[in-house]
């Protein structure tokens, strides 16, 4: 590691799980790219000056998310074989799980900020060496452990740090238990996983009924708005129809006054036209009594024919006056007499208009009748759906109260599954406490078979 390093070529895990392993700050000083495995060799043949950083994770590593994949795990670090041939020293094999990043970069000689090494779980000594037992039994297990073997006996190890090979490998109480731990939480896994996705599944369709029916409440307060303004508009339509009765009344009670005024006159006229025949009756009276007198003076003066004369001739003359008064007053019965066929003929226009105006009302109460009607027939059809929209608000109410009791019968058995859990949990403590306290003989039985082990022969 004396080289000066310019390049370095990362392969072995994915690009994601060697960042994480490096950090980016010691990825981007390394002046590093990520090669996938099977094109490492060809690259190395290419560039013979660049440098191989190949890491590496045991195959059970990965046991805590996924079931060891074995065949896999062989072909992605096959490829590290014949690197090593290809670039020989400029090839630097470690182990991502057990070589500390920090310690790694200081044999660069490469100064970067590291990331925070992880603690490996403890029921990992535990794992690894139960699949060390099953290589002796399963041939694609063993064939992992031998390339396994390989890699760490040629990987770059920190100072004091061993390969770590199967007859180093041992099952401490810690690790055990950690692993006994790991297994029964992997078998509750499912059955708490699959409540837990029930208890969800449950939640998400209350939460999407309940929106489902808020918005049938927001749409049906929206129709309600609507048919509240329409019953609004429908109301100041009847004001204006009752505001045109109004205007109608007026204009009846007008031409009421007018056929008033006209009768009122037409009397008046009438009254005048009766004292102008009394006036003439009296004076046909008088000229009756005149004429009397004219005969008692005719015989009376018959002896005196001078006086008789000249009282003729006065009572001629008075004769002609009233003759000409006469002709006045006829003259101007008849002007009365046509004012009064015009005053009729008045009050007939008069009466004609007011049947018309009768009319006009009698048609206009129709049309304010029939649209009274129209409008109580509406307001009547509004009453109904604001009725059934109360029904339907009143029955989302009672959904939504139903959907409300489902929700708390939904929390009261995950409070239920959750006292389950902590009981499961309480009575697996304590059969950790008990496997602990049995740890002792388990340890002992392992000593003697182990003992007994010592003096069966190699093959076995």
Known sequence: M???????????????????????????????????????????????????????????????????????????HQPALRLQRVAGPRLYVVNAARTPVAALAEALDVSAASPTPQAAPAYLG???????????????????????????????????????FRASLSVDEAALASLLQVVSAGVQAPAKAQAHQATQTALEEAQQREQTLQQTARQQEATLQTLREELQALKEAHQAL????????ETHRAASEEHKEATEENELLLAQLHHVQEELEKHFLESQQQQQ????????????????????AAHEQERNAAAAETAKLTK???EQKQAAQKAQQAQQTAEKASASDKQALSTAKQQWEARTRENDKAMAALREQVAKL??????????????????????????????ELE?????????????ANTQPTFLRARQHISRLATHLPAQA
């Open 2 to 76: 004396s080289q000066p390093i310019h390049r370095v070529f990362i392969s072995g895990v994915s690009e994601e799980a060697a960042t994480a392993y490096l950090g980016r700050a010691l990825f981007e000083a390394l002046n590093a790219q990520w090669v996938a495995p099977e094109q490492s060799v060809a690259l190395a043949q290419e560039d013979e000056s660049a440098h191989w950083l190949w890491l590496y994770q045991p195959p059970w590593q990965l046991a805590d998310a996924t079931p060891p994949e074995w065949v896999a795990w062989v072909a992605q």
């Open 126 to 164: 535990a794992l690894a060496a139960l699949c060390a037992g099953l290589g002796a039994t399963l041939p694609v297990v063993r064939q992992a452990w031998e390339l396994y073997e390989t890699l760490e006996a040629t990987a770059w190890l920190p100072s004091g740090m061993a390969p770590e």
């Open 242 to 249: 009752q505001e045109s009765h109004q205007s109608l009344q």
């Open 293 to 312: 007198q004219l005969d008692e003076l005719r015989q009376q003066l018959a002896t005196q024919q001078q006086q008789a004369t000249q009282a003729a």
């Open 332 to 334: 101007a019965l008849t």
């Open 390 to 419: 109360n029904t339907t608000l009143t029955n989302t109410k009672t959904e939504h109260t139903e959907l409300q009791e489902e929700n708390d019968l939904l929390l009261a058995q995950l409070h239920h599954v959750q006292e």
């Open 423 to 435: 009981r499961y949990f309480l009575a697996n403590r304590e059969y950790q406490t008990l496997l």
